[in-house]
């Protein structure tokens, strides 16, 4: 589910339990809502807070620990594939068709990599193309001693291509758990509905609490979008990748 649905749905019952508690406020009769009953009220209603304000703290961390560790893992996939074509090319002219294979692979490797509905059959066809520069460079014939390290490092370096790509392909296109969403948004549409309900409903408290809703649902947004980083309006951008290398002279 896309994290701007999500987030709007969140939005919808944080906001509607909100308007609920306003109504249950003009029916629960007054002596429910003063003394020991208001107490009683406000100390549930700060541990279920504090059990979200937790709980969001702790998802953001985590998702933007993993966003960033995920760019950097795409940045380091970039960097090897150009000093990957550095080493090819350094080693001599008979490494044309595999500089020239390294390129042809970019542009299926991002679209298995930012892939968007693709079957995972139609998925796997760019790591064949991609495992046939790493055995280019296995078949390669070195006639000195500086063609054979080169050929030892190009080797790594395709190796650990292909093992990046299948790191990033493999990846979960949304790392937060559904049940774990769900239970926030419960504790938040809980703290919404009875800050209604603590006081008479008028203009100024339902745009107080339209503001602070929005805000919830604001985080709830910008978690769900840390968390889906080949997707979304907050996806890594992949047109460093794409225009690693450039054109072959002819």
Same mark, same amino acid.
């Given at each position: 589910?896309?994290?701007? !649905?999500?987030?709007?749905?969140?939005?919808? %019952?944080?906001?509607?339990?909100?308007?609920?508690?306003?109504?249950?406020?003009?029916? !629960?009769?007054?002596?429910?809502?003063?003394?020991?009953?208001?107490?009683?009220?406000?100390?549930?209603?700060a541990?279920?807070?504090?059990?979200?304000?937790?709980?969001?703290?702790l998802l953001?961390?985590?998702?933007r620990?993993?966003?960033?560790?995920?760019?950097?893992? !795409?940045?380091?996939?970039?960097?090897?594939?150009i000093?990957?074509?550095?080493?090819?090319e350094?080693?001599?002219?008979?490494?044309? /068709?595999?500089?020239?294979a %390294?390129?042809?692979?970019?542009?299926?490797?991002?679209?298995?990599?930012?892939?968007?509905?693709?079957a995972?059959?139609?998925?796997?066809?760019?790591?064949?193309?991609?495992?046939?520069? %790493?055995?280019g460079?296995?078949?390669? =014939?070195?006639?000195?001693?500086?063609?054979?390290?080169l050929?030892?490092?190009?080797?790594?370096?395709?190796?650990?291509?292909?093992?990046?790509?299948?790191?990033?392909?493999?990846q979960?296109?949304?790392?937060?758990?559904? /049940?774990?969403?769900?239970?926030?948004v419960?504790?938040?549409?809980?703290?919404?509905? =009875?800050?209604?309900?603590?006081?008479?409903?008028?203009?100024?408290?339902?745009?107080?609490?339209?503001?602070?809703?929005?805000?919830?649902?604001?985080a709830?947004?910008?978690?769900?979008?840390?968390?889906?980083?080949?997707?979304?309006?907050?996806?890594?951008?992949?047109?460093?990748?794409?225009h690693?290398? /450039?054109p072959?002279?002819?």
């Open positions: 589910m896309p994290a701007i !649905v999500a987030a709007s749905i969140a939005f919808v %019952l944080i906001f509607g339990s909100a308007l609920i508690g306003m109504f249950i406020r003009s029916k !629960v009769p007054d002596s429910h809502l003063v003394g020991d009953s208001k107490d009683v009220i406000r100390l549930a209603t541990l279920i807070a504090t059990m979200s304000a937790v709980v969001l703290a953001f961390a985590s998702t620990a993993s966003f960033e560790q995920t760019a950097g893992t !795409v940045t380091r996939l970039t960097t090897d594939i000093e990957l074509d550095h080493v090819l350094e080693y001599g002219p008979e490494t044309m /068709p595999l500089r020239k %390294l390129r042809e692979s970019i542009v299926p490797m991002i679209d298995s990599i930012w892939r968007d509905g693709m995972k059959s139609q998925a796997d066809k760019p790591y064949l193309r991609q495992e046939s520069v %790493l055995y460079v296995r078949g390669l =014939t070195p006639r000195d001693h500086i063609q054979t390290s050929q030892v490092r190009a080797l790594q370096l395709s190796t650990d291509v292909s093992q990046t790509r299948l790191i990033l392909f493999t979960l296109p949304d790392s937060i758990s559904r /049940p774990f969403m769900t239970a926030l419960l504790w938040l549409a809980f703290i919404f509905g =009875t800050f209604s309900m603590s006081a008479a409903p008028n203009r100024t408290i339902v745009a107080v609490l339209f503001i602070c809703v929005f805000s919830a649902s604001a709830i947004f910008l978690i769900l979008e840390l968390g889906q980083p080949f997707d979304g309006l907050m996806q890594i951008p992949n047109a460093a990748l794409r690693a290398l /450039p072959l002279s002819s």
